[in-house]
């Protein structure tokens, strides 16, 4: 599978900052939902300092207390995939997208987490809901895995078209010229498959991406 999984996950920790704020039941008492805010905290400060399995008890913490709060489930569910649990983190990130429709940046988690499971279609359609709510703020990376599950599911120009429009959108971003590559080796257009492999191994020879590049490159008799 070479690079073609570090594209999803990954993602995941880097969005912590995401998270504010909270969607408050008045069934849940005032002191209760300090409570869980302060569970919630600690576990944002425990995926900060990349510790999953305090996160995991914190933020179950939190939601023993307020189940009612949409970004506990989604930050919950991000964890779960970082354990390599996407079961799991199905379960808690539709339950994050019940309570707030509109929290694009749950959708797109629910996507990766289809993503890893290889629920390519369901992928596809979390992606695209998330895209359609003006509260996204990452485009770039939804679009890249977009591009990714579009790839899975061999429908090759579109994944073209949403794998372009994220490099429109971050020309720098190393997963979608690795995975533009694939597309394109899969259209039989190998010169140009070499080009995005070049590309992406150049972005940054020692990561995971750069070395699947080389491999890659080396398949198609470019040592890069």
Known sequence: MGGESVSTRGVAI???GLFLGACASTAVTEPDRLRARAAYERALTHVSDRQPS???GALKEAISIDPTVATYHDLLGLVYLELGRPDMAIEELRRAVEL???LAD????LGTAFAEAGRWEEAVASYRRALALPTLT???FVHQNLGLALYHLKRYPEAESSLRFALSLDPK???AYYNLGLVLVAERRSDEAKAAFRTAR???PDT???QAALERLKALGDGG
């Open 202 to 204: 150049q972005l940054a």
């Open 208 to 210: 995971p991406f750069g």
């Open 106 to 109: 749950a959708q797109f988690h």
């Open 173 to 175: 971003m190393q997963a």
């Open 138 to 140: 990452i485009h770039d």
């Open 100 to 102: 707030d429709p509109k």
């Open 54 to 56: 305090p996160a995991l």
């Open 14 to 16: 880097l969005l912590i």
